[in-house]
């Protein structure tokens, strides 16, 4: 079996790394600018409508998308992915795809669950059809943004996965 040559592995592996990096970067700019602009609209529109319930869940939503990206940027560290083996390179590549795959089937669920919600809006037994418009308008644009963004980000970090198994005998 050969294995990759000293310099191939510890470079594909700090590029794999700083890919995980900036789409960190991007998630927690997507987050930030939901944050400024749902958050303003939040405060000016009427609570009892949907556009108030559609800002109000992209806020929380996106207060939760920041912190992930925040913990994503930190737990990216480009400068000690160089030491590992290519069993190692294997592992974290695959583990990394896992979950890229995981949250996009998540990602399809909150816009099944925002269609639900609204469906739901139209019926007699809903009290508060604004509240389940609004929020189930807000799961179809956060969860088809983040569906985009999960596979855009698993299909470009998969080529790494090609780079390490060309290196393998």
């Known amino acids: 079996m050969l294995t990759p040559s000293s ?11 700083l890919l995980a990096e900036r789409g960190m970067a991007a998630l927690g700019t997507w987050a930030l600018l939901n944050l400024l602009v749902s958050g303003y609209f939040v405060k000016q529109a009427d609570a009892r ?9 992209n806020v929380g939503w996106n207060m939760i998308n920041a ?12 400068a000690h992915v160089a030491g590992l083996t290519l069993s190692e390179s294997l592992t974290a590549q695959f583990n990394f795809e ?30 508060r059809p604004e509240r389940l418009l609004g929020y189930g308008r807000s ?7 983040l569906f985009l963004f999960d596979v855009s ?7 790494w996965a090609n780079e390490l198994l060309l290196r393998v005998a």
């Open 49 to 57: 409508t949907e556009a108030h319930h559609f800002h109000l869940m």
């Open 98 to 127: 896992k979950i890229l795959l995981f949250n996009a089937g998540l990602d399809v669920a909150y816009v099944c669950v925002g269609s639900w919600l609204r469906a739901r809006a139209g019926t007699s037994a809903a009290t």
């Open 139 to 145: 799961l179809w644009v956060q969860g088809g943004f």
């Open 153 to 159: 980000f698993y299909l470009i970090y998969h080529r």
């Open 67 to 78: 912190l992930l990206a925040v913990w994503g940027i930190l737990q990216a560290n480009p």
């Open 7 to 17: 310099e191939i592995l510890p470079a594909i592996n700090q590029a794999r790394e």
